[in-house]
């Protein structure tokens, strides 16, 4: 069975950073291209960032390129989002997904990030 | 970027009856669509792949039809788990983007 598991949201100021993380099992992680998509409270969804299999070819959307850097460790099945200059804007659920390659195949449950002073 | 639009933003359907979602794409992506649900307090879950391709355990009255820019999700006798909100997704270019949703509700 695919399990998603993100952690790592909460509450930060404008301007802070955090880091997320989605643990993943029950498939060959490696082999798994990733993206994480975001949903602003009570809105649609956002493709944030994609990372390729093997983590070297990475891509990222503009609201977030040159803040956001995605990267995974595929000797611990851990994918992660780290997210800078963070801005009020960027308040939302995030999700780690499976992508197949380009299709979102499965989700994880989502964390919130509330950017707020 | 190109631009999904999902019509209607809601549509109220009675449990039993059939309900047509569309969505258009601002340039053609060939058959490189997704429809998702998602309903309240859940991370959406993939229905549809390549346009009509129903997602593993997706029951057979979800169906997905067209091609370029024209697409079509058809539930053929509503359940009432099935009401949510459903999105399309292109993945032909990056980013890969997202209509903005229509909401099936009780009638």
Known sequence: EVQLLESGGGLVQPGGSLRLSCAASGFTFSNSAMTWVRQAPGKGLESVSSISGDGYAALYADSVRGRFTTSRDNSKNTLSLQMDSLRADDTAVYYCTKAAPFYLEYWGHGTLVTVSS | ?107
Not at chain 2, 10 to 37: D, I, N
Not at chain 2, 59 to 75: D, N
């Open chain 2, 1 to 107: 970027e190109i631009v999904m639009t999902q019509s209607p933003g809601t549509l109220s359907v009675s449990p039993g009856e059939r309900a047509t979602l569309s969505c258009r794409a601002s340039q053609s992506v060939s058959s490189k669509l997704a429809w998702y649900q998602q309903k309240p307090g859940q991370a959406p879950r993939l229905l549809i792949s390549g346009a009509s391709t129903r997602a593993i355990g997706i029951p057979a009255r979800f169906s997905g039809s067209g091609s370029e820019t024209e697409f079509t999700l058809t539930i053929s006798s509503l359940q009432s788990e099935d009401f949510a909100v459903y999105y399309c997704q292109q993945y032909d270019n990056w980013p890969r983007t997202f209509g903005q949703g229509t909401k099936v509700e009780i009638k």
